[in-house]
């Protein structure tokens, strides 16, 4: 018998097992001994510009974009670096506002802010950005292909502007990070209806893919008429460790966060698998349907078309917006056709496009203490509170099935090696 442990909020799930079966975790780069010794020194040599506390010099005031709760970055930690920095330039703390990079996500609630900003928190102006509010948004231009670009009022104003984030494997941008803590971060929801609808989103999962990506491209290009003077980024592995910072321009240094990133997460396959077993790696990645779609965005770069996928996925926080729209649809062909017809909407019909799009190529089986199973079965899924019951329903329906376990696919980018170009 094989076991393999999946993360499951902030517990453990365990799948025992009788066939054989394959296990991808990512490449286990150490995590550094000294957090802030590492950001400290990120800073210290930024990639493609001159360094903070330069170019703060003379500055008025200076805005700071952090990332939400459903992207765990070290924000505390990294506050304490970058208001080091300012303080050589002497920037005060009176002179920064920090904006929490919600997108369309919902308001980081005081125990969050808390808990992602620590200290700073009660020394800082925390705000959180409000996409549909008009009164706080700021019209930049638009892209060379037509994108409107509006952003946070207190970052479109600030004299200086800070990026910080996460970089991870992202199923539309390709890794997220750097231009995304703009957009969709701190953007207005015109710019994300535009970002988020087609043509300019991929219509399947790009996991690790930049070149040739308009949705990256245009992110890019909105964050430049945005203004982004400065990112600090950190890279972790799959036990949440932080393995590296970079520090710089908003390509440079991202581009050099994205190459440390693939030497963990990218694996080459030589088959796609009849059943992966996959979970977005532990609490806050499966907080809810939403943000656990992402490992489902994983399995379908590796599954068979027709296989199964279990997503084990704990989803303490339920489903997410986008669950009323696949309640109320017919079929999953409505939820796609509507979201090619109408683009991205405040309730998250890009979501329902991409869980739709796994479904209909694919028999996906949820396993959640969250949702309960008839609900899960009203957005056409399979709910089980079990994983062994739900392996033994997906297994069932193969004699010698071909299985592959992703405990960890938030830090995964696994490819078929048919789809690689040759080198």
């Known amino acids: 018998m094989k076991t393999v442990e999946f993360p499951f909020g902030k517990e453990k799930l365990y799948l025992n097992l009788q066939q054989e079966a394959e296990v991808f975790i990512p490449a286990a780069i150490p995590g550094v001994p ?69 997108g369309n996500h919902e308001v980081a609630t005081e125990e969050e802010l808390k808990k992602m900003t620590g200290i700073w928190r009660e020394k800082l102006h925390i705000i959180n950005h409000d996409c549909y509010d008009k009164n706080t948004l700021t019209y930049m231009g638009k892209t060379k292909r037509g ?51 087609f043509p300019i989103r991929p219509e399947e999962a790009v996991m690790g893919i930049i070149e040739n990506n308009v949705f990256h491209e245009e992110a890019v290009a909105a964050a430049r008429l945005a203004g982004a003077d400065f990112i600090l980024n950190v890279i972790k592995n799959y036990r949440n460790e932080v393995v590296a910072a970079v520090a710089g321009d908003l390509e440079e240094a991202h581009m050099h966060g994205v190459s440390i990133c693939e030497k963990s997460w990218v694996r080459k ?32 770069q590796i599954t ?64 959640t203490t969250g949702i309960a199973p008839a609900e899960v079965a009203e957005m056409f899924m399979e709910g089980y509170t ?17 299985i592959l376990c992703i405990p960890y696919a938030g830090e995964c980018i696994p490819v078929l090696a048919s789809t690689m170009p040759a080198e």
């Open 269 to 300: 396959f030589d088959k796609a698998y009849d059943v992966v077993f996959v979970s977005p790696g532990s609490y806050p990645k499966d907080i809810d349907l939403h943000q656990s779609q992402k490992a489902l965005a994983v399995a379908e």
């Open 34 to 102: 000294d957090e802030l010794a590492a950001i400290r020194q990120a800073l210290a040599q930024p990639i493609g510009c001159e360094r903070l506390s330069t170019m703060a010099q003379g500055k008025a005031s200076v805005a700071i974009v952090i990332n939400d709760i459903t992207r765990p970055a070290p924000t505390e930690i990294m506050l304490t670096a970058l208001m080091e920095e300012l303080a050589v330039a002497g920037i005060g703390e009176q002179q920064v506002t920090v904006i929490v990079a919600l």
């Open 147 to 197: 994108m409107p670009v509006y952003v946070n009022r207190y970052y479109a104003e600030a004299s200086l502007k800070i990026l910080t984030g996460l970089i991870t494997p992202h199923q539309s941008a390709g890794f997220s990070g750097g231009r995304k803590s703009v957009v969709p971060g701190i953007s207005g929801i015109e710019t994300l209806q535009t970002h988020h609808s």
């Open 386 to 402: 079990s994983l062994d019951e739900a392996a033994q329903a997906a297994l069932s329906a193969y004699e010698q099935p071909a």
């Open 304 to 367: 068979k078309p027709g296989g199964t996928i279990v997503l084990v996925a704990e989803c303490s926080h339920g489903i997410g917006k986008f669950g009323a729209i696949m309640k109320r649809a017919a079929s999953v062909d409505v939820i796609i056709k509507d979201f090619r017809e109408q683009g991205f909407s405040a309730d998250h019909s890009s979501k329902a496009y991409m869980v739709a799009r796994a479904i209909k190529k694919h028999r996906v089986i949820l396993v």
